[in-house]
């Protein structure tokens, strides 16, 4: 018989590590594109390998990029 495993939902994973400076996750309607990143347990950020062209919420991990915080964001944050 299998050991008690335990296993975690994407927020738990993602909640489990801080997110370093500099990076930022996708937005819902954001086109996932080469130079995108995941988020390994084990490994920490790894380059995203699959497909571009879909949209960040068709995925079940998270997905972040480099670079700035988009409009939307920052216009949250401001107040």
Do not use: C, H
Not at 26 to 49: A, C, H, I, M, S
Not at 62 to 73: D, H
């Amino acid at each position: 018989m299998i050991a008690n495993q335990t296993r975690f939902t994407p927020i738990e994973v993602a909640a489990s590590f801080s997110v370093p400076k500099g990076f930022r996750r996708l937005e819902w309607d954001e086109v996932v594109t080469q130079g995108d990143y995941l988020v390994d347990e084990k490994r920490g950020f790894v380059p995203w390998q699959g497909p571009g062209g879909f949209r960040a919420d068709t995925f079940l991990k998270p997905i972040y990029r480099r670079g700035k915080v988009r409009a939307s964001q920052a216009a949250g944050k401001s107040s």
